[in-house]
């Protein structure tokens, strides 16, 4: 049995990558802001784990600005979603539960 | 969200969790060589493991003989299926899959 992701088991890892692939279809954007509160999440963490998850690239994050203040948006990659989906899979065969 | 249980989560452990909870009734043993084919694991791997799944009180060992030859039967206590079960309860939720 193929080891599972390190880089999606991580708990807030995945969890964040459960709210992105809950809450994104394909080419859909989240502010950083918006993501951090539907995880309850502070800022630091969900930087450090956003860093780990966009180094593998699972996620994309860009700058831009709202109004005049700089703004982060957050995307799953289709890897990112890909790679998700099998470790979903692989996890509830393990926990036996159904998909 | 409460904190998915660390001791239950990382990799291995879940593997071997999964693994007693499934193939042993309450009160039922099983043999060291055996669980470690199952889990295909190194013995060592499988011994750390169970040391850290001990300490929290999820698996318990003893000692015994098989013949002349010294033997180690495994067991998922009670608070250990009870915490597997509800961490299980608590990934299902979290990845959307149904019990």
């Given at each position: 049995m193929s080891e599972l992701d390190p880089i999606?088991?991580?708990?807030?890892?995945?969890?964040?990558?459960?709210?992105?692939?809950?809450?994104?279809?394909?080419g859909d954007e989240i502010a950083?802001?918006?993501?951090?509160?539907?995880?309850?999440?502070?800022?630091?963490?969900?930087?450090?784990?956003?860093?780990?998850?966009e180094a593998a690239g699972y996620v994309a994050s860009t700058k831009t600005f709202a109004g005049r203040r700089p703004a982060t948006l957050v995307t799953i990659t289709p890897a990112g979603r890909a790679a998700f989906r099998a470790y979903r899979v692989q996890?509830?065969?393990?926990?036996?539960?159904?998909r």
């Open positions: 999606i088991h991580a708990p807030a890892r995945l969890r964040i990558m459960t709210t992105l692939d809950e809450a994104l279809a394909d950083f802001p918006a993501l951090q509160k539907l995880l309850d999440m502070t800022a630091g963490n969900l930087t450090t784990h956003l860093a780990k998850l996890l509830l065969d393990l926990l036996g539960g159904t």
